[in-house]
Nanobody, 116 residues
Framework: QVQLQESGGGLVQGGGSLRLSCTASGSIFSNPNAAWFHQAPGKQRELVAAITSRGSKNYANSVKGRFTISRDSAKNTVYLQMNSLKPEDTGVYYC??????????WGQGTQVTVSS
């Protein structure tokens, strides 16, 4: 069993930055595939950034050039650095990682609000 805990959300002005953290605990080994999802108010949860076990990264077009996903394996933590934030980035951000199944484990989410 793996537990994920997000942190780092908050209220920022447009153009500002936040760094989200997702720390895993439990029966983890190596570097599982991990990702960040964004759920805007009234919308479905959508993938924004992913990182594979070997470090390959992928981003949604909407965040390319603004967001960076990274991993600190020693801390079992995945980060999402969010720069040049826009009001449409507002919503709940969830981290997830693979277990026996893809995206098996999820955090509780952290709220990001970007004012205009």
């Amino acid at each position: 069993q793996v537990q994920l805990q997000e942190s780092g959300g908050g209220l920022v002005q447009g153009g500002g930055s936040l760094r989200l953290s997702c720390t895993a605990s439990g029966s983890i080994f190596s570097n599982p595939n991990a990702a960040w999802f964004h759920q805007a108010p009234g919308k479905q949860r959508e993938l924004v950034a992913a990182i594979t076990s070997r470090g390959s990264k992928n981003y949604a077009n909407s965040v390319k050039g603004r967001f960076t996903i990274s991993r600190d394996s020693a801390k079992n933590t995945v980060y999402l650095q969010m720069n040049s934030l826009k009001p449409e980035d507002t919503g709940v951000y969830y981290c997830t990682q693979d277990g026996d199944l893809p995206y098996e484990y999820w955090g509780q989410g952290t709220q990001v609000t970007v004012s205009s």
